[in-house]
């Protein structure tokens, strides 16, 4: 899942350009739609969870 990772950091501005070594560290980039859809899949097939899907009629946005 994981698409794009990293050793390395980068700090830049207008006046500096620092890099660092984030050992043991890593960034690691996973994409949002990989992620939602491996997560989705796993919340649909645990027992204890169950999926709803349903229309919005009315929206009352009254302050008492």
């Known amino acids: 899942m994981v698409f794009k ?6 700090f830049k501005d207008s006046s500096s350009y620092n890099t660092f070594l984030l050992k ?5 980039m996973i ?3 990989q992620f939602y859809l491996h997560i989705r899949n796993k ?4 027992s204890n ?3 709803l899907n349903s229309n919005i009629n009315e929206i009352d ?3 008492e």
């Open 31 to 33: 994409k949002s739609d």
């Open 43 to 46: 919340i649909l097939k645990a």
């Open 5 to 10: 990772e990293w050793e390395f950091a980068e």
């Open 24 to 28: 043991p560290y890593k960034y690691k």
């Open 61 to 63: 946005e009254k302050i």
């Open 49 to 51: 969870f169950k999926y």
